[in-house]
């Protein structure tokens, strides 16, 4: 009886620790969309706070563009950069252009 008692402790404890922990790709799953796809795609020029510059790319940093403008420069490309409407979903183009935004707001907080 004791060695039952003493098993059903020992393996809930176990299972109570190693529930914990979280998997890689629970990890992956919370990242934004749109920071995922910004690191893949635009941080070689744009940097990973928008305001790199290479490549003659904009600083994201201090962009006036609104929303529908930032789609259309994702989707159709300008200058240098990539046209993404054959690379990226429409979802995948507004998310990257939603999360442009934040990088005024965490450049601005530094």
């Known amino acids: ?8 402790l020992f393996f809930s ?3 109570a620790c190693g529930s ?3 998997s890689t ?3 992956r799953a919370e990242t934004p969309l ?3 796809i910004y690191k893949r795609y635009c941080v070689s020029c744009h940097g990973m ?5 290479t490549s003659g790319a904009f600083d994201l ?3 006036t563009l609104n929303m529908d403008e930032k789609i259309s420069v994702i989707t159709n490309g300008r200058k240098l950069m990539t046209a993404f409407k054959s690379i990226l979903s429409e979802e995948e183009i507004k998310a990257v252009a939603n999360y442009t935004e934040e990088l005024k707001v965490k ?3 530094k």
Not at 1 to 8: A, Q, R, S, T, V
């Open 13 to 15: 404890m176990v299972y």
């Open 49 to 53: 706070y928008g305001n790199m510059g």
């Open 25 to 27: 790709k629970e990890k």
């Open 1 to 8: 009886m004791k060695k039952l008692l003493f098993l059903g």
């Open 20 to 22: 914990g922990t979280e």
């Open 107 to 109: 450049t601005s907080d």
């Open 34 to 36: 749109g920071l995922k």
């Open 61 to 63: 940093t201090k962009s």
